[in-house]
């Protein structure tokens, strides 16, 4: 399948930080039809692992996306929430929202004041059934294709596991490559050190990388690794089949020190 094809189909499966299984199943069933070698990592990151005899690539992608957990039981279809992630309050006001369970809502503030300070636990999901406390909702997905063209509101996780899964599955040159489709990431990136290590990439690509404490203590920045790395997190310029066969290339052969320039 094409990325447009693999990301509608994933955008279609709402992932919630901390509940991104039925996602991450779906992009493993995608995976299983080439010649890969599959393996989860302590927390849940699916690795899939293409060898070669270039230098050790690693492309790292988040499956999820920003979550609410509902904090209170309604037969109405009204619940205060938890964020699971980084969300501006004011930016989801009015963004329709899909639950694990199939159920549809929207998220609505309590007051119409002071809209532009407005906090999350001043918001509420107005859902069409029964809230029960501890469901997750994720943004719904606006994702389509037109002309040609993907559109979407930014670089989500769905993206960035169909760029993943297109990369791995048509590589360029002859790296050994890695691709850690990480769970829970809008948690802290928590998962992405213990990854790096079961991989030991020479250059790490990110896409749409939150800056995170990789472990306990840490930087507050990613540590992919001791390798190269690049960060791409904004624009369409990650599905230009050129690009794509840049970041192949760039595995066959050793890069040390800086991160490529990528356009």
């Known amino acids: 399948m094409s990325i447009q094809e693999n990301f509608l189909r994933f955008a279609a499966i709402p992932a919630p930080c901390g509940h991104e299984q039925a996602r991450m199943d779906c992009i493993a069933q995608t995976l299983q039809s080439y010649d890969l070698t599959l393996r989860y990592s302590p927390q849940g990151s699916l690795i899939a692992h293409r060898p070669g005899k270039g230098a050790c690539m690693m492309l790292y992608v988040p499956v999820d996306e920003p979550g609410f957990f509902t904090t209170q039981d309604n037969s109405q279809g009204l619940s205060h929430f938890l964020t699971l992630g980084q969300c501006d309050a004011a930016a989801l006001i009015g963004r329709s929202v899909l639950s694990t369970q199939g159920k549809c809502g929207i ?58 899964v297109e990369t791995i599955a048509n590589p360029g040159g002859d790296c050994n490559l890695f691709c850690i489709f990480a769970a829970q990431h809008l948690l802290g ?49 990650p599905t230009d089949p050129q690009l794509l066969g840049k970041l192949c290339a760039l595995g066959a052969k050793p890069i040390c020190g800086k991160a490529p320039e990528l356009p």
Do not use: M, N
């Not at 001043?122 to 002309?147: N, P, Y």
């Open 189 to 237: 990136a928590r998962d992405a050190a213990p990854a790096v290590y079961l991989c030991h990439p020479e250059l790490t690509v990110s896409l749409g990388v939150l800056e995170a404490e990789d472990i306990p203590g840490g930087s507050g920045t990613p540590a992919l690794g001791e390798g190269a790395y690049a960060l791409l997190s904004a624009g369409r310029v």
């Open 107 to 164: 998220i609505l503030p309590d007051h119409t004041e002071s809209l532009d300070t407005i906090q999350p636990d001043a918001l509420h999901i107005d859902a069409v059934a029964e809230i029960s406390q501890g469901e997750t909702f994720a943004l719904k997905s606006s994702a389509h294709e037109q002309g040609g063209y993907l559109y979407s509101a930014s670089i989500s996780g769905a993206l960035c596991a169909a760029i993943a």
